[in-house]
C-alpha cells in the first residue's frame, strides 16, 4: 500500500490558525478519481476546494465539521485500499491522537528552507519531526491555492530565463472568448508509421529519446510552444528545458532533463535513465521536478490508444506518445496546446515536422 | 556421541538413579579429542559411564599401526579410569568382564573402559574391503558364532530364528505407526502457526545492569526449577564467570552449577545428554569465538534428536554466549559469529540488547522451548542498565511477537521514512543514530529491534517497509553471507513493493586489538549515519 498524496490543511492567509471542514464529498475507502474534489473547507473569508491529485483510495483524518489546525493531515490517498485493522495503520490511528503538546523538531535543512521561504513555524504546530519534505507540502499546499488565483493578476518581466510580451488588443479579445467557452486548450493528433523491422519491445527508450532530442531541436523554431500565457502576454522562455512526465507508482513527477544542446540521441538515452533512477528513487531534488518549459508523456508502454495529456502550468504545451499499434504498425503522437499561446494550424506543423524528423531514424 | 552418553549418566547420578552408560565405540573413535575431554570429566566428577571399545584394528579402511600411537589401554588409565580387558575368542572372560565392569561403575559411581579385542568379519560398509584375504579368513573361522553354528547347527538355526522373530516384530510395528508420515508431520514450520497479535507498550524503566538480570533469572529459576543446571567454564564462585553472570550461584546450588575443564565440545556433548534426560542445561561458552568448538555437537546431535527419534525425545540444550567486540580483545575474542549458527536449521538464535529486560526471554526459553536454543549476550551490554531509548519524539515501544520481544523506536506522530533492522549490541548504537540522522539528513528513521533472529519474525520488518520503501539492516559482524542478506532477501520475498535495501555491517577482516582501528572495523555510529544519509542526501 502506497500513499499518494497527503493532504493538509493549507495556510490560506495569514490570520487564519483553523479551519472548518464544510463538505466530504466522499468517506474513508471510496475509490476518488484525479481531479475530482474530495471536501471543502472554510476560513474566516472563503470556502476552499480540493481536488485529488490522484487516483486511488480515500482515507479521512476528520469528519464534517472538525476544526483543523493549518498544516495538520486532512487525508490520504492510496494506491490500493488502506486496511482498518490496527497492525497496517498504527501510525494513523496515533496521528489523531492530541499531539499539540509536542515540541517540533526540525532538521537542519527544513530550518533553512523555512528561513528562506517565510514561512510561518506556526503551520508546523502538533508535528513532532519536520523536514525539508514536510516544508516543500506545506509550501506546495499553500502556494497551489494561492497560484490560481492569482495567475491573472501575476505581473511578468523580462529577466535571464524570460522574454516578456503583451498581446494585442484582438488576440485579447479572442482569448476572452475561449475563456467564456470554459476551455483554453486544444489537441492535435498524427500518427507515427514505423517499418516491418521496427519491434517496440526491443527498444528499451530508444524512441522516447529520439523524440526528445528531436522537439528540443524543433522548438528552436517554434518559441510560442516553449513558452507560457500570464495576465495579458505571453513569456517566452530563454531556453529549452525538456520535461518528462513519470509515474511509475511513486506520483506523477514531471522530470527536467538538462540542457540537450549538442546532445546525441544515446547521451539522451542516458540522461533519460539516470532521470528515472532517481525518480525510482526518490532522490528527486525539487530542481529536479521544476523550472521545465516543455513536457513530454510518454505512454506508450501503457498499452493507451491516444489520450492528450494536460498542460502543466507555466508551459504552452505537451507532447503524448501512445501505445503501439500492432496491427496498424504505428504509435500516436498528440501535441495539446495553450490556444491563447499559439493555434491548430502552427501545433499540426510542428507535429507534422516533428514526425518527419523522427522517420529518419527508423 | 561419548558426551552425550556422559551427559545421561550424569542426569541419573543427579536424580540419585542407579542407571549408568553404556558408550559403545570403536578403536577408530580413538582419534577424537571429545573422548579424552569426556573421559577426563567423567573421572573427575564420576560419573557412571561405562565405555566399551571394540578394538578391531581397523579404522574403515585404515590398520591400527598407521593411526594409533602408544596404548590404548594408558589413554584411559592416566584419566585415572579403571580398564578391563576381554576378547570376543574368550567368552566366558567376556561375559565376566562385562558384568563386573557394569557393577563396577553402578556400585562406585565411577566410570570405566572396557576393552574388547575383535575382528570385523564384514567390509565396514558394503564392497570396500581390502583386507588380507587370509587374515580374514583366519579369524572367519575363529569366530565364535561361526565356531557355535558348525557344532550346534539346529540349536544356531532355532536361535537366529527366534532373533529374527523379535526383529521383524519390532520393525513391523514402527512401520506401521510411522511408514505414511507426511511432510507436514515431521516438519513444523516454526514461521507457521498462529500469528501472534503485535501489542505496542511502553517498557518499563528498569536500570539494572543487564548481567545482574540475567543472574537473577537464574538465581529465582533455579530456586523454582530443579531441573535448571549452569554449566560453564570457571563459574564458580568466588570468580562467578568471565563476565559475573554466575556470581554466587554455586553457593546456594553447588549440586546444579558445575565448572568444567575447557573442553567446549564435551561440555556441549554432556549438555545434550542432561537435556535428553529431561534437565534444562544453560551452557556458559565464555567467548563467542569459542562457539565453533561446540558446533560438532549443535549441528550434528542437539538439533537432530528430536527428529531422528520421531519426536520421541527432545533436547532442549541452552548455549549462553557473549560475543561481540570494543573492549580491545582482539582477533579471538571479539568476533561476531552469529551468522555461523543462523545457517543452522532446527535451531532458535536469540540476541539479547541493552534496550529489553533479558529476565523475560529467558524465561519464555525455559518456558516454551523443547529444542536448542542459543543465546547471544553482548560483552558490552552486560555493564549497561537496561534503559528506554530516550529519542526525543520518538515512541519506544515493545512488543512480545512468539514469546520474544520486539522493540520498535518510530516517530510519535509522523510517517517514517526509513527502516533501520537491527539486534545485539548495535541496537545501542543504532539509536544513538536516530537524532542526527533526522537533523542532519532529514531521515525520520523507524528502528526495529529484534531479539528473535532465527528464525525471524518479518511482519512489522515488512509493514515498515511498505512504508518506508527503504530498509537497511545494522549488523556487527560482516555483511558476506549474514542476518542482513537473509532479512533483506526474505524481506523482498515477502513484498511486492519496490524496496531500496541496504546492508551496514563491519569491515571483513580479523578485528585488531589496536583500539581506534577496531573501532574502524566494526560498524560503528559514524559508518551507520554515512550510509544511511548518504542514500537520503539529495
Redesign the interface.
Known amino acids: 500500500m502506497l500513499v499518494l498524496q497527503e493532504i493538509f490543511v493549507p495556510q490560506e492567509s495569514v490570520n487564519d490558525e483553523f479551519v472548518r471542514i464544510s463538505k466530504l464529498y466522499f468517506k474513508s475507502g471510496d475509490y476518488v478519481n484525479s481531479g475530482q474534489a474530495i471536501l471543502e473547507f472554510e476560513t474566516s473569508k472563503v470556502n476552499v476546494c480540493i481536488d485529488s491529485e490522484f487516483d486511488g483510495y480515500i482515507e479521512f483524518f476528520c469528519k464534517e465539521g472538525d476544526e483543523l489546525r493549518v498544516g495538520e493531515l486532512i487525508c490520504r490517498i492510496y494506491d490500493s485500499m488502506p486496511c482498518t485493522d490496527s497492525k497496517d495503520n498504527y501510525h494513523i490511528k496515533n496521528d489523531t491522537e492530541n499531539h499539540d503538546e509536542i515540541e517540533t523538531i526540525y532538521s537542519k535543512a527544513a530550518l533553512e528552507l523555512i528561513e528562506s521561504s517565510k514561512i510561518n513555524k506556526a503551520v508546523f504546530q502538533g508535528r513532532d519531526l519536520v523536514n525539508v519534505d514536510d516544508v516543500k507540502n506545506v509550501i506546495k499546499n499553500t502556494g497551489h491555492v494561492k497560484e490560481d488565483r492569482n495567475l491573472q493578476k501575476e505581473q511578468i518581466f523580462d529577466n535571464d530565463e524570460i522574454e516578456y510580451k503583451t498581446l494585442s488588443n484582438i488576440k485579447r479579445s479572442e482569448i476572452n472568448n475561449f475563456l467564456d467557452a470554459g476551455n483554453v486548450t486544444s489537441t492535435v493528433y498524427l500518427y507515427l508509421d514505423v517499418k516491418e523491422s521496427y519491434s517496440p519491445d526491443n527498444t528499451n527508450n530508444y524512441l522516447l529519446s529520439v523524440v526528445v532530442l528531436e522537439v528540443f531541436k524543433l522548438l528552436k523554431k517554434y518559441p510560442e510552444l516553449n513558452a507560457f500565457f500570464s495576465g495579458d502576454g505571453i513569456a517566452y522562455y530563454k531556453s529549452i528545458k525538456i520535461g518528462m512526465a513519470i509515474d511509475a507508482g511513486y506520483g506523477l513527477k514531471v522530470v527536467k532533463l538538462p540542457d540537450l544542446e549538442g546532445k546525441t540521441v544515446s547521451e539522451v538515452e542516458n540522461e533519460i535513465f539516470r532521470a528515472i533512477k532517481k525518480y525510482l528513487r526518490n532522490k528527486l531534488s525539487i530542481d529536479d521536478i521544476t523550472g521545465s518549459t516543455f513536457t513530454i508523456s510518454d505512454m506508450s508502454n501503457e498499452g493507451v490508444a491516444f489520450f492528450s495529456p494536460l498542460v502543466s502550468s507555466k508551459q504552452s504545451a505537451v507532447l503524448g506518445i501512445s501505445g503501439f499499434d500492432e496491427k496498424l504498425r504505428r504509435y500516436t503522437v498528440s501535441l495539446t496546446f495553450d490556444h491563447r499561446v499559439t493555434e491548430g494550424r502552427k501545433a499540426t506543423m510542428f507535429l507534422k515536422e516533428l514526425i518527419e524528423s523522427i522517420n529518419c531514424y527508423f | 556421541m561419548v558426551p552425550i552418553a556422559a551427559g545421561l549418566a550424569l542426569a541419573s547420578k543427579m536424580g540419585k538413579k542407579d542407571g549408568i552408560s553404556l558408550a559403545f565405540i570403536g578403536d577408530g573413535t580413538l582419534g577424537e579429542g571429545i573422548l579424552y575431554e569426556t573421559m577426563n570429566i567423567a573421572s573427575k566428577w564420576n560419573i557412571p559411564i561405562l565405555i566399551i571399545c571394540e578394538n578391531n584394528y581397523y579404522a574403515q579402511s585404515t590398520k591400527q599401526e598407521l593411526n594409533l600411537s602408544g596404548d590404548i589401554v594408558k589413554r584411559a588409565e592416566c584419566f585415572d579410569i579403571k580398564v578391563f580387558k576381554s576378547n570376543t575368542w574368550e567368552l566366558e572372560q567376556l561375559f565376566n568382564n562385562a558384568k563386573e565392569s557394569i557393577n563396577y561403575v553402578r556400585t562406585n559411581g565411577k566410570p570405566a573402559f572396557h576393552l574388547v579385542d575383535t575382528y570385523r568379519l564384514n567390509a565396514h560398509s558394503k564392497g570396500d574391503d581390502y583386507r588380507d584375504k587370509s587374515e580374514i579368513e583366519m579369524y572367519y573361522r575363529k569366530d565364535p558364532l561361526n565356531v557355535f553354528r558348525n557344532t550346534n547347527p539346529d540349536l544356531y538355526q532355532e536361535l537366529l530364528n527366534e532373533i529374527d522373530k523379535e526383529l521383524d516384530a519390532v520393525i513391523e510395528e514402527e512401520t506401521e505407526k510411522f511408514a505414511e508420515i507426511r511432510i507436514d508431520e515431521y516438519y513444523d514450520n516454526p514461521e507457521g502457526g498462529e500469528e501472534s497479535?503485535?501489542i505496542?507498550k511502553e517498557p518499563d524503566e528498569i536500570e539494572i545492569r543487564q548481567s545482574d538480570l540475567i543472574y537473577s533469572f537464574f538465581k529465582e529459576e533455579m530456586r523454582k526449577n530443579e531441573q535448571v543446571v549452569f554449566i560453564g567454564e570457571d563459574v564458580l564462585a568466588p570468580y562467578g564467570g568471565a563476565f559475573k553472570i554466575s556470581k554466587d550461584l554455586s553457593t546456594e546450588f553447588p549440586e546444579r552449577v558445575l565448572t568444567t575443564p575447557i573442553s567446549e565440545a564435551a561440555i556441549t556433548g554432556i549438555s545434550n545428554g542432561l537435556a535428553l534426560a529431561g534437565y534444562r542445561p544453560f551452557l556458559e561458552i565464555m567467548f563467542g569465538d569459542f562457539i565453533t568448538l561446540c558446533l560438532d555437537q549443535v549441528l550434528n546431535h542437539s538439533v537432530k534428536f528430536f527428529h531422528m527419534y520421531n519426536k520421541r525425545v527432545n533436547c532442549p540444550i541452552v548455549l549462553r554466549t557473549p560475543m561481540g567486540g570494543r573492549r580491545g580483545y582482539g582477533p579471538t575474542h571479539s568476533q561476531t559469529l552469529d551468522k555461523l549458527l543462523l545457517c543452522i536449521d532446527n535451531i532458535k538464535v536469540i540476541s539479547l540488547n541493552s534496550l529489553t529486560d533479558p529476565r523475560p526471554i529467558y524465561k519464555s526459553i525455559l518456558e516454551n522451548e523443547k529444542n536448542p536454543v542459543i543465546v547471544i549476550e553482548n560483552k558490552a551490554d552486560y555493564a549497561k542498565k537496561i534503559t528506554k531509548a530516550n529519542v526525543?519524539?520518538?515512541?519506544f515501544e515493545l512488543a512480545y511477537v512468539r514469546n520474544y520481544p520486539i522493540v520498535r523506536i518510530?516517530?510519535?506522530?509522523?510517517?517514517?521514512?526509513a527502516t533501520i533492522v537491527t539486534y545485539g549490541g548495535m541496537s545501542s548504537i543504532v539509536v544513538d543514530c536516530i537524532a542526527t540522522l533526522?537533523?542532519?539528513?532529514?531521515?525520520?528513521a523507524e528502528v526495529i529491534i529484534l531479539s528473535k533472529i532465527k528464525p525471524v519474525d518479518y511482519?512489522e520488518i515488512i509493514?515498515s517497509t511498505?512504508?518506508t520503501?527503504h530498509l537497511f539492516v545494522v549488523e556487527e559482524g560482516s555483511a558476506c553471507n549474514g542476518i542482513g542478506s537473509e532479512i533483506i532477501a526474505s524481506v523482498l520475498e515477502r513484498t511486492e513493493?519496490?524496496i531500496?535495501a541496504r546492508r551496514i555491517a563491519s569491515v571483513p577482516v580479523p578485528v585488531p586489538a589496536n583500539k581506534k582501528l577496531e573501532e574502524e572495523v566494526l560498524t560503528n555510529r559514524r559508518n551507520i549515519i554515512q550510509v544511511i544519509g548518504g542514500v537520503f542526501k539529495?
Not at chain 2, 533526522?438 to 525520520?444: L, Q
Request: hydrophobic fraction near 20%; aromatic fraction near 22%.
Open positions: 497479535e503485535y505496542w526525543e519524539n520518538y515512541k518510530r516517530p510519535i506522530v509522523s510517517r517514517p521514512t533526522f537533523y542532519e539528513y532529514d531521515v525520520k511482519d509493514r511498505n512504508v520503501g513493493n519496490r531500496y539529495c
